[in-house]
């Protein structure tokens, strides 16, 4: 993502995915084709996604942001327990 997040940036939209529930979870498959179009498709409606990884996911957190961000071009704002939360402008114009 070209865009950088500055930390006030990066506060407005921690306080704005707190209210948010998991979109997407992740179980024993982890990141495949399947949930990285579900997330290209959530991220043309939304601008906040939040992930949250099962017990029996085989990827460590870290790997999955840096998956889900690097395939999906979204920024990870967030990471709490089994939980990430990513940003991604719309693409309304």
Known sequence: MSEILTPKRRADLRSQAHKLKPAIMLGKEGVNEQIIQSVEE???VHELLKV???KSCPLSRQEVADR???QTEAAPVQQIGRVIVFFRPT???
């Open 42 to 44: 959530y991220f043309h």
């Open 52 to 54: 949250k990884l099962q």
């Open 91 to 93: 693409d309304k114009e």
């Open 68 to 70: 889900l961000s690097q």
